[in-house]
């Protein structure tokens, strides 16, 4: 079979102009159902295949690889550099990173806003301050009575972000309105922001980049967490915890309540992400004894990532795949460098 890769946001490499069953559609990066049915007016593929989801982000006949490419190779490129010791110390109950604009992570900083939520650390861009949030209402709306929010809750999350800008600069040790570099520098990223970040925090507010999508995926985001020694928290991200577990890794449900993950509505995945956890978001005396009692549980998780955990599942649901398929698999494996 033929692969066709796509660029960013479903661009189609130049000279591609029809889409036929002996195809393989490779779509990288983050993707909606819009992005799918734009790049089915070419034809419909045999398969597509993602380097980020492990679910599925439509609903459709056609069949869905999902594999955690991307996050298999960035944490390569972090662990070649960067030596790892069973470190910790918890000064704050939890942490985030956000930079470039997104409604899940718009939604995060309200909602550590809303809870009055104080003893954290974090990075963030202040790219925007405000968000167009006509769909959550269309969510709310449809919700209804079951909504989570009042109306006084509506009404703050409809405000701007109030919290100060911290970010800083790829090369640079003050906040800066840069932003940090995607490719080849997370090592830098990892020694010089994100370790102190995350090493100082015993929960980790992962904003991987969804929108709407009913599906989960994974990048340096939720690595950092593993890396960083820190309980995850997904906000946004559909059953992102029992996709992370599939993955072969402890999502210490018996810590975080990660029943927010499978609700219809972004709002509602979000909302209860922080209101059925909040004892443990407000709480730092607490959320240190619970990581310090499960260390050895976060570093197994760290072992498990460090000793190519991510690769050796993908090798595995690669050996599951149809003959023809797997055939073609090592174009799309070359071009992360596998």
Not at 65 to 74: E, I, M, N, Q, W
């Amino acid at each position: 079979m033929r692969v066709i890769s796509t660029l960013k946001h479903g661009r189609m490499l130049s000279g591609i102009d029809k889409l036929t069953s002996n195809d393989v559609l490779h779509i990288t990066d983050q993707f909606d159902r819009p992005t799918v049915d734009l790049l089915l007016k070419k034809g419909t593929p045999n398969c597509i295949v993602s380097d980020h989801y492990t679910s599925a982000p439509f609903v459709d006949t056609i069949k869905f690889y999902g594999l955690p490419l991307c996050a298999a190779r960035d944490i390569k490129l972090i662990t070649n550099k960067v030596h790892f010791d069973n470190t910790m110390s918890t000064v704050n109950c939890f942490n985030f990173m956000i930079n470039k604009k997104q409604i899940n992570r718009y939604l995060c900083i309200k909602f550590v806003e809303y809870f009055k939520l104080d003893n954290f650390d974090y990075t963030w861009s202040a790219v925007d301050q405000r968000f167009d949030m006509s769909e959550i209402l269309q969510e709310l709306q449809m919700l209804g009575s079951y909504s989570p929010l009042d109306e006084q809750a509506k009404s703050f999350i409809l405000s701007p972000i109030q919290l100060e800008k911290r970010f800083i600069a790829f090369g640079d040790d003050t906040p800066s309105s840069f932003s940090i570099p995607s490719k080849g520098e997370y090592a830098w990223i990892w020694t010089n922001v994100m370790q102190q970040l995350f090493l100082n925090s015993a929960i980790s507010l992962i904003t991987e980049s969804v929108q709407y999508q009913k599906a989960a995926m994974f990048s340096e985001k939720t690595m950092y967490s593993v890396l960083g020694l820190t309980f995850p928290i997904w906000i946004g991200g559909y059953n992102q915890a029992s996709e992370w577990k599939k993955l072969g890794f402890d999502i210490f449900d018996d810590v975080i309540n990660h029943n927010y993950q499978s609700y219809e509505t972004l709002i509602e995945r979000c909302y209860y992400a922080f209101a059925d956890n909040i004892e443990l978001l407000a709480d730092k005396n607490k959320s240190a004894e619970l990581r310090l009692v499960n260390k050895e549980r976060l570093l197994n998780n760290r072992k498990l990532l460090l000793e190519n955990q991510l690769g050796n599942w993908i090798n595995h649901e690669i050996n599951k795949y149809p003959t023809d398929l797997q055939v073609a698999m090592p174009e799309i494996l070359n071009y992360f460098g596998f």
